[in-house]
């Protein structure tokens, strides 16, 4: 919520409007005085990384009733204020949109009681914009929440610790999380721990199902499994409506229980809430200054990478009416229920898996969701190690089983090993190893030398039988420079790596005023670690190789540094990519800073290095990976039976070569022939990035005199030089 609120006061700033704090909610509202409070632009000085919201929230029963809505219209009118930013859930964004509707009776009402006409004309409408702060994910209209990746961060923290635990002294242990009515958080966090058993509202079990779980875990246990884990999210029911407590899934199983609680609600916030929460602001300001009297009250929400704007009351509608089925929670459910149960094995085809390029936080998590979907698929798995480089030498194991992949899902780096080398050199003893196997398609898991390998082996079909079979790539790059995808498994934990770095950094400062902060990412050429880690962290400035910039733009940005040195936020953060620019490498900006701002502030540096590849990955890498992996397995056994003709498969069209990759919301096929005018292949980065959309929003919230004048949901056109002055426009949360 403290992203949102920060993106809120700093573009209504940067727009020129008049910004209020209303602290403790609408029951601060209600009560005027100093918990209506004019907003500065150092005000939301490091708040970014801060949990919960600073300035309070509250649960009103007064504004419930007509009288207090009547005091909290004046205390509004008082001083100006006739816009309103809501972050909150369902029953926040709806008693706000009922204030909207009540607005021109409320004021009606305060002229009767002798407030002035003149200005009660004057504030006749009401603006509305609602962001929704809510770790359950339970709103309809929007693919994400404020809140959510972070509740699963710390649910995922949790379950990493007690597995140690539970393996040490062989033990099964029953986990409730929250949630209300909505089974979100217990079905992602399940699939990212990979869960044994997972009891949500939205599909209550069959009948007999305490007898089922409990012989699920007794045929795991018998096959050498250690650790068990089962979630229950606090709103889980049977097919009778009868509540399923954690309680009573612990007596049955006679287990260990923990109920995390309101633990889910605070921590630090992920780099994924940071990022959305600062693009939401920014995306509610700007409506704010679009409406009209007219207007309905509308809630910015997350579709896909895309900042949109839906109409408040119709998701309220749909969230009454239990209309909410999420697409991304039916991909979730799907998945799981793909791993949830082991099938029959059987003969059908052979499938070999491997990882190429540089090791990311989330191939394990995908390793294993490939190597059991194909096995329920009824496919022979096969794994090879450390890449193309392993396949050419033979290091194909025999047939991995369905308890071999047990626990990868929390694992970083490559438990297969992985290696940048290239197949074009080996290709014929490739070939050799494919024909001895009898390889029948082909799972390729990595980076940008992943896309370059998948286009050798479509290559060398013209010469080589043994490549005219399915192949897929799955991205897993921490540089997310995979043409064909917006993200790329691994990214995601690389900037939560990022991010915390950042925050213990600028932490070390606290005590020491007038310091500034250089810290090279990796990336390579791609920028996209150092521009989203900068909006997440705060950044004053990120170098990035897609944006070229010179020693005049490098002095400007000391010179805005030296300028922010006099208010009260007294230092900076600048992030570096580590290929941005050949000569103005991360020691020569440290020591232009460090000259140029002599006198003013000092500086330090920091190549965070291999760290960023490293540790657990992320619920979102957890999650990502094993979607996007059960998909390609799901998409590679439909192929095999289309290919098979006459007792052998045989594919050389291009559509049977492909990249999975998430385009906008949804996960597209596509062939890797086809990606090739879309890629640089010297730079080994797409020639179009979505992520540099967000670049304008990082230099507004950091005080920079920029334009912003297409939004990056590409609807709507804001023309910024039309800005209101000081006078016209005043904003509240």
């Not at 923290?157 to 597995?163: K, L, S």
């Not at 997350?302 to 998701?315: A, D, W």
Request: proline letters at 3%.
């Amino acid at each position: 919520m403290n992203g949102a609120v920060r993106a809120v006061v700093r573009m209504g700033l940067y727009v020129g409007a008049k910004v209020y704090f209303i602290h403790e909610g609408y029951q601060g509202m209600v009560d005027g005085g100093d918990n209506i409070k004019e907003a500065t632009w150092e005000s939301v000085s490091s708040m970014l990384q801060l949990g919960g919201t600073v300035i309070g929230s509250a649960r009103c029963k007064e504004f419930r009733t007509h009288e207090g809505r009547l005091k909290a219209a004046h205390n509004l009118v008082q001083r100006g204020i006739t816009n309103l930013c809501v972050i909150g859930g369902d029953g926040s964004l709806t008693g706000a949109n009922l204030f909207k509707e009540e607005w021109s009776g409320l004021l009606n009402e305060l002229v009767e009681q002798g407030s002035g006409a003149d200005a009660v004309q004057k504030y006749s409408a009401l603006h509305i914009v609602g962001m929704v702060g809510s770790i359950d994910n339970d709103f309809c209209g929007t693919d994400m929440t404020i809140g959510t990746d972070s509740a699963l961060h710390r649910i995922i923290e949790v379950v990493d610790a007690i597995m140690t635990t539970a393996q040490s002294h062989q033990r099964t242990f029953v986990l409730e999380v929250m949630g209300r009515h909505c089974g979100y958080l217990a079905l992602v966090s399940g699939l990212a721990c990979g869960a044994d058993w997972v009891l949500i509202p939205e599909m209550p079990p069959e009948d007999g199902w305490e007898e089922k779980m409990c012989q699920k875990l007794s045929a795991t246990r018998s096959r050498g499994t250690r650790l068990n884990i089962i979630i229950v999210a606090e709103g889980a029911i049977d097919r009778h409506g009868k509540p399923i407590t954690s309680s009573f899934v612990k007596d049955n199983v006679s287990t260990e229980l923990t109920i995390l609680g309101h633990v889910q609600r605070g921590g630090t916030p992920s780099a994924f809430d940071r990022i959305l929460a600062s693009r939401m602001g920014v995306e509610a300001v700007l409506a704010l200054l679009e409406t009209t009297a007219n207007t309905p009250a509308c809630v910015v929400s997350l579709c896909g990478n895309q900042s949109v704007r839906v109409p408040l009351m119709e998701c309220v509608q749909m969230v009454s009416a239990v209309l909410c089925w999420k697409q991304s929670f039916e991909n979730n459910l799907k998945t799981y229920k793909l791993l949830a149960h082991r099938k029959p094995e059987s003969d059908n085809f052979n499938v070999a898996v491997l990882n190429v390029g540089a090791p990311a936080a989330g191939m394990n998590a995908a390793v294993r969701s490939a190597v059991r979907v194909g096995i329920s698929e009824g496919h022979k798995m096969f794994a090879v190690s450390d890449g193309f480089e392993g396949f050419y030498k033979g290091q194909v194991s025999l047939e991995v089983k369905w308890g071999d992949v047990g626990g990868w899902t929390g694992q970083g780096g490559s438990l297969l090993g992985t290696k940048r080398t290239l197949p074009a050199k080996h290709v014929e003893k490739i070939a050799e190893q494919m024909r001895k196997h009898n390889i029948n398609a082909l799972l390729i898991i990595g980076g940008f030398e992943a896309f370059e390998s998948l286009l050798q082996l479509y290559e060398a079909r013209a010469n080589y039988e043994e490549f005219c079979i399915p192949m897929c790539m799955l991205p897993a790059t921490i540089s997310n420079n995979v043409p064909g995808t917006d993200l790329s498994i691994g990214a995601d934990t690389a900037l939560n790596a990022i991010v915390e770095t950042c925050d213990r950094i600028k932490q070390s400062a606290s005590g020491t005023k007038r310091r500034v902060f250089i810290i090279e990412t990796m990336g390579g050429y791609c920028g996209y670690l150092a521009t989203v880690g900068g909006l997440a962290s705060g950044a004053d400035a990120a170098y990035i190789y897609e944006e070229p910039f010179d020693i005049k733009e490098l002095q400007a940005n000391v010179e805005h540094l030296t300028e922010k040195m006099k208010t009260s936020i007294q230092r900076g953060l600048v992030l570096r990519n580590e290929n941005c620019n050949e000569n103005y490498t991360t020691d020569f900006i440290y020591q232009l800073y460090s000259e140029e701002g002599r006198g003013v502030f000092d500086c330090r540096k920091n190549v965070l290095g291999h760290m960023q590849q490293g540790g657990a990955p992320s619920p979102f890498d957890r999650n990502f990976g094993t979607k996007i992996s059960a998909k390609a397995m799901q998409w590679v056994s439909k192929k095999l039976v289309e290919t098979f003709r006459q007792g052998r498969v045989f594919a050389n069209t291009e559509d049977s070569c492909c990249l999975l990759g998430m385009r906008r919301r949804t996960l597209v096929f596509q062939p890797v022939v086809q990606l090739k005018d879309e890629t640089d292949f010297v730079h080994r980065i797409p020639k179009e990035q979505w992520w540099l959309k967000l670049r304008p929003l990082m230099k507004i919230l950091a005080k920079y005199k920029t334009s912003y004048d297409v939004s990056d949901s590409g609807q709507l056109e804001h023309v910024v030089h039309n800005r209101p002055k000081d006078s016209d426009a005043s904003v509240a949360m």
